[in-house]
Every structure is written in C-alpha cells, then in structure tokens.
C-alpha cells in the first residue's frame, strides 16, 4: 500500500506541474497582445519626439512627464525596453543620443522609484539603466549616489546591473565604494564576474587601479583576488608590490597565487628566484602554488628555468605535471633537450611531455 500511495503522490504532482505549465502557457498568450499593444503605443509617441529632435525641436515636456507616470509600472518600462532597442536602427546615432540626453531627467526620478520597489524590480531598474544612460563622464553624480544604494539589496543581479552601469559612468570613486558595499553585502559576486566588470571601465583604469591598490586591505581575499586579477589583465607597473604579496607568507593563499600568476604574465627578474623555490617544492599540500609557479616560469629563460621545470615534469600531482610541460614546451625544447625525460623510467613524466611534444608538432603540420 506504502508504495501504492507513493505512486499516487507522484502521480499528482506530475498532473499538477502540467496544469501549472498550460496555466502559465496560456498566461503568457493573453499577456503577450497587451504587452504589444504597450510597445506600439510607446514607440509612436517616442517616433514623434525623435522626428522633432531631427528638426531641431527639443523633446517635450509633456512627453517626459507621461513617461515618468508610465514608466513606474514595470511592464510599461519592459514594453519601453523594447522601443528602445530599435531606435538606433531606424534613427542617426546624434539623434538617438539627443533623444537618450534629454531622458535623463525622467530616468533620475525612475531611479528613486525603483530603489523603493521589491529586488526583481530593481534589478530589471539597473539592468535598463546599464543599457540605456548617457555613460561615460557624466556629471549626473545623484544617479551615482542611487546606484551605490542599489548595490546595497541583497539580489545578485540588482547588483551586477548597478556595477554595470557604474563602470559605465567612468568614475573611479564611485566603483570603489560600490565594491566596498558589496564586499561588505551577503551577496556573493564571483571574482571572474568582478573582474570582467572591472576590465569594462571606461574611465581613467590607472587611477581606478592606485585607489584600489590603496584601499586592497581593507577588502576580503575574495574580493582582493578579482582585484589582483584585474591589474594583472591591466598594467605590469606594480612588479614591485605584487612581489611584496607574494613573498607575504601571512597573506591568503589566493592572493599569495594571484601574485604568482603577475609574473607569468610581466616578466620581472627579482622574481625568478622565489619561482624556482615555489616550483621545487614537493610538499603536496603546496601543489597549487607548485602548479601557478611553473607556469610562470614559461616567461623566464635560462639552465636554471629548465631544470626546474624537468624536475617538476616527475611531480605526484598531474597538474604539476601538465604545467611543467605546457611551460617546457614554450621554451622550444626538442626531443634532445629532454632525452632524460623521454628515455626515463618515469612513464607519467614520459607520456606528459611526449603528448605536449607530439601536440606541438600536429598543430605545425596544420599550419
């Protein structure tokens, strides 16, 4: 009977996500006409105001004020949305940015709105104001000071979407306080989304980059990392204070890597020597920052390089291994270099650096 009742129980649940399903079909059939009627009504009056704009007219004030009425429903301001992304093929781009220009005012006041509303809604809020405000340099700072007060809701996307269109902004102070706030937050924003989101800055990234620098204790490793990542991608004038952190045995792990990863990408002579060290070191706790080490080491030239990298061609760990291989093989070895490897008893340094070899030469014959 226990197994009887099971497949009952199963059996309802099945029927009642069906129901759910064409309920929520059907749903969307009905909203779908709405949604366009919306879109239609929306674009002829937006059509008016951009004809103006090529005639020279400013738009009108009625016009924004129906808009800022509108546009507190977030259906209207998706239907919106979707008027806007056409714009720039059916109008000159001086035009569309006359028209985005005068628009500011009503997305301010939207901005104030939406900050109030539940996190789904503030999150589309900063999603259209990351595609649809005047960007870089502007001197709106209010919309800024609303942004940063985004930043502060616990939802993922609000916050991505309000970092967008900060970066867009241009403005180095203002990135720096929002990373603050979301360091600070419960929300946890993956280093590779910060990083990227940093790389798209269209301001000044040499002063973005000293005030993050000066501020980076006061971040947590997580956040550092994205950081460190981000003047790796950037600049190879911090050789020196990247140095510092790594040779920083109190420093986190990953920042301690992020460090090591610098040199493999700037070539920086003081620090070959720790390399090498970090590279010949067997301790298998310390793998990662064997495996980091040695790829660095593919930007570094010499015996000494070499030997380090054949020696760690016999490590436990495969990925010590793969490095030490995929470094060896930027150094243009051949097979007489490394007749030690591929003669030896060691059939896991063998096959690691003959498949490497043997990978190289097909990718040539391609060529």
């Not at 920052?289 to 990298?309: C, D, F, M, N, P």
């Not at 291994?321 to 059939?347: C, F, P, T, W």
């Amino acid at each position: 009977m226990g197994i009887e009742y099971m497949l009952y129980f199963y059996g309802a649940v099945c029927l009642s996500m069906i129901m759910f399903n064409v309920a929520y079909a059907v749903f969307l059939r009905r909203s779908e006409p709405r949604m366009k009627r919306r879109t239609q009504a929306l674009s002829l009056l937006t059509d008016r105001q951009l004809k103006r704009l090529e005639l020279g007219k400013p738009v009108e004030e009625r016009y924004l004020r129906y808009l800022q009425r509108k546009l507190r429903h977030v259906k209207n301001l998706i239907a919106f949305d979707h008027v806007l992304r056409a714009l720039s093929s059916r109008y000159s781009v001086p035009g569309v940015q006359s028209y985005f220009a005068q628009l500011q005012p009503c997305i301010l006041s939207l901005s104030l709105v939406y900050r109030k509303r539940e996190n789904t809604q503030a999150a589309y809020f900063t999603y259209f104001l990351s595609r649809y405000m005047i960007h870089k340099h502007m001197p709106l700072q209010s919309l800024q000071e609303v942004l940063l007060e985004y930043m502060a809701k616990d939802n993922l996307y609000c916050q991505v979407n309000a970092l967008q269109a900060l970066y867009t902004f241009g403005s180095a102070e203002y990135i720096l306080n929002a990373l603050k706030i979301q360091d600070r937050g419960s929300v946890f924003l993956h280093e590779k989304i910060l990083t990227e989101g940093l790389l798209s800055f269209t301001g000044d990234h040499d002063c973005l980059i000293e005030l993050l620098w000066q501020e980076l204790h006061s971040f947590s490793p997580r956040t550092q990392l994205a950081i460190l990542n981000y003047i790796r991608f950037r600049t190879g004038s911090y050789a020196e204070e990247m140095f510092a952190l790594m040779e920083d045995s109190k420093q986190d792990k990953e920042v301690r890597l992020a460090a090591i990863r610098y040199f493999g990408r700037y070539h920086y002579q003081p620090a070959l020597e720790p390399l090498l060290a970090f590279a010949q070191n067997e301790d298998p706790v310390q793998w990662e920052y064997a495996t980091v080490s040695v790829s660095s080491l593919s930007r570094y030239e010499g015996h000494q390089v070499i030997e380090a990298l054949k020696k760690a061609l016999h490590s436990s760990n495969w990925y010590v291994r793969y490095a030490a291989a995929v470094s060896l093989e930027s150094q243009h070895v051949n097979y007489e270099d490394l007749i030690d490897i591929v003669a030896g008893n060691d059939r896991y340094a063998r096959e690691m650096m003959t498949y490497r070899l043997e990978s190289r030469r097909l990718q040539k014959a391609e060529v």
